[in-house]
């Protein structure tokens, strides 16, 4: 026998853009979750997200996993507001009271909730910060003009022949005395040339 879903009491909740000071959105995201659940608003306050990307940095000749904010300076906040457009005052004092919080992307003193297909988007985003680093961040392609900039073939230049995503992998094509010479090199060793 499965359950029936059980349904939100209260009312619809949009995603809305908040500005919050620079390196401290993780933080305010922390103190948001925080007090939402001290206040008891969790009628009024869903998710509050910080989207993030992991890649693989090369620092002092060892691969370090960091996470990139996708958006610096914004954290997303799930909420309902009132029929007016306006947010509740006990919600607004809530937020506006953490330490390094802005104020909501609107007019008027009214937040605009974001596009269907922006939350969409953000929330893959959100989701695939999860999965191992990948090539996504670097944009490499079949065709592209790089520099090696780590290993044997450091400060080579050559173009891209084929992208194993999977194995993080990309074979480039330089020139070694002369003569075209395919090389395997991990993806986090490349930079584009433009």
């Known amino acids: 026998m499965t359950e029936a879903p059980t ?3 209260g009312p619809p909740m949009k995603w809305y853009v908040l500005r919050v000071a620079s390196n401290k959105e993780e933080q305010v995201r922390k103190a948001l ?3 939402v659940k001290i206040e008891a608003l969790e009628d009024r306050v869903g998710r509050v997200l910080v ?5 693989r940095r090369m620092k002092s000749g060892q691969l370090r996993i960091v996470e990139r904010k996708l958006y610096p300076g914004y954290v997303f906040v799930e909420m309902a507001c009132e029929e007016d457009g306006s947010i509740a005052e006990k919600v ?3 937020i506006k009271e953490t330490t390094g919080v802005g104020d909501f992307i609107g007019a008027d003193g009214k937040p605009t909730s ?6 969409v988007q953000m929330l893959a985003a959100s989701e695939k910060a999860d999965e191992q680093p990948g090539l996504s961040g670097l944009n490499i392609h079949k ?5 090696i900039t780590d290993g044997a073939f450091e400060s080579f230049e050559g173009e891209v022949e084929a992208v194993d995503e999977r ?3 990309v074979s480039v094509v330089v020139s070694i005395f002369g003569r075209s010479t395919p090389v395997e090199v991990e993806y986090w060793q490349l930079e584009k040339v433009e």
């Not at 065709?143 to 520099?147: L, S, W």
């Open 33 to 35: 979750v925080k007090k």
């Open 7 to 9: 349904e939100r009491l």
């Open 114 to 119: 974001m596009a269907e297909h922006d939350v």
């Open 92 to 94: 607004w004092f809530t």
């Open 143 to 147: 065709g592209d003009r790089v520099r």
């Open 51 to 55: 989207p993030t990307l992991k890649e």
């Open 167 to 169: 194995r993080g992998m």
